[in-house]
Each structure stands twice: as C-alpha cells, then as structure tokens.
C-alpha cells in the first residue's frame, strides 16, 4: 500500500519510458516481498523482458523480503527511519535509487509514507500495487472493507503513484469473486495471487512506452510497425 500527502491531481497526456532497453527496477518493500519475489520469477522466466532488478530496498532490518533477495543475490540497501524526519529519510532513499540509475520505482509492500518530494523526483515512474479495486477501498485493511460493504467482487489494482492516496491513474485491474464463505484471510490470498500476476503484467506495459494518458485514464497506443 502506498501513503502520500494530497494535492490536486495533475492532468497529463503523454507516453513515457519509449526506447526498448533494459529497464533498471528500484523495489521497495517492508515486509515479507512476495510481489517482489514474482517479479523476479517473471523477469528470470523471461514473461517479463527488458527489465532487471537494480536495488532492492527495505525500511526494516528485519524484513524477510531484503533477506529473500539478499540470498538471491540481489543488491540490497536497509535505510531506515531511525526517528528522522521523512524528508531525510526519503531524501537518502531517493539518492540510492538515482545512485543505481532506476528507471522504474515499484511499491512491493513498502509501508511507509511518500513524501512529495519522493513522488516529484520520480514523476510518472513509481508503480504500486493495492489489494482493491480501486477507487473502492482505499488505504488500510481494504480486504475487510470490501467484507463489511458486501461487495460481490473485489480484486486489485496497479497504478502510478502520485501526491494523493491510492489515487494515480490505473494501469491494470484485476478481479476477484468473494465467495459466501470468504473471511479476511481466505479474500487475501486469493487477491494476493492475482497481484502477483498483475504487477509483473503492468510492469511490462509501462516499460513498453506505448501509452498515453487521457485524463486519468492510461491508454495503449499501438506503434506504425503494429
């Protein structure tokens, strides 16, 4: 889930990220990193090209997805907030990911707050990943938000990252029924092995460049050789 302080949103119509070279990715994550780990199983099976892992950060020492990657040989930083102010901490971050020349910032559980300046220093490239459909169920425990409001679908969503919460424009959405018998737990897992699909999917298209934005809405576009 992804935190940032609100602004108004700003209305662009572009494609990013055109030339076809590999992508460098900065991960971010706090916890135990399975977005993370899928991402590397669809990069080394080859389902997501041109992009490799540059850095793998973490805010928690003891977070069993830095120690994931760690042993998987992955470059690995720990930066923690250490009672500093977020704009120090998320200064450090930002020099480690241009240090390691990121193209792409992907949010893998990283349960800190952005601050803006984070989101400014990479306009229109953080991804992040939310157990939702948004904009249904913002924020925290969105799995039983979607229980107490008696939704029949729910699902979850890859976006960009922008100064509001959970709000940047939606690159790709993936649905996921609510049986009768459903509990937190049980929803959970069975969005959480949709995210794993999703967030790589959604990588691969913004990496592609072939894309525009409408308003809030991401558009693919086709190139003349298509």
């Known amino acids: 889930m992804q935190f940032a302080e609100p602004t108004k949103p700003r209305q662009e119509s572009r494609v990013t990220l055109e030339s076809p070279r590999v992508r460098r990715l900065g991960i971010l994550l706090s916890g135990r990193g399975s977005n993370f780990l899928a991402i590397a199983d669809?990069?080394?099976q080859g389902r997501l090209a041109n992009a490799s892992i540059a850095v793998v950060i973490s805010n928690r020492r003891d977070a069993l997805g830095i120690a994931a990657a760690r042993s998987a040989g992955f470059t690995t930083e720990v930066i923690e907030p250490r009672g500093r102010k977020r704009a120090e901490h998320d200064a450090e971050i930002i020099a480690s990911l241009m240090a390691h020349q990121v193209d792409l910032v992907c949010l893998a559980g990283y349960m800190r707050l952005l601050s803006p300046e984070f989101v400014r220093a990479f306009p229109q490239r953080i991804l992040n990943i939310h157990p939702s459909l948004l904009p249904a169920f913002p924020g925290l425990e969105a799995q039983r938000q979607a229980l107490?409001?008696?939704?029949?679908?729910?699902?979850c969503t890859v976006h960009f990252v922008d100064e509001e919460l959970d709000h940047g424009v939606i690159v790709l959405q993936k649905a996921v029924p609510v049986l009768a018998e459903d509990d937190e737990h049980t929803l959970a897992t069975r969005?959480?092995?949709?995210?794993?699909?999703?967030?790589?999917?959604?990588?691969?298209?913004?990496?592609?460049g072939k894309y525009r934005f409408a308003g809030r809405r991401y558009v693919a576009v086709q190139t003349e050789t298509e």
């Open 148 to 155: 107490e409001y008696g939704v029949t679908v729910s699902g």
């Open 191 to 208: 969005i959480l092995a949709q995210e794993h699909v999703a967030y790589a999917e959604a990588i691969d298209r913004v990496i592609s």
């Open 42 to 44: 669809a990069i080394a």
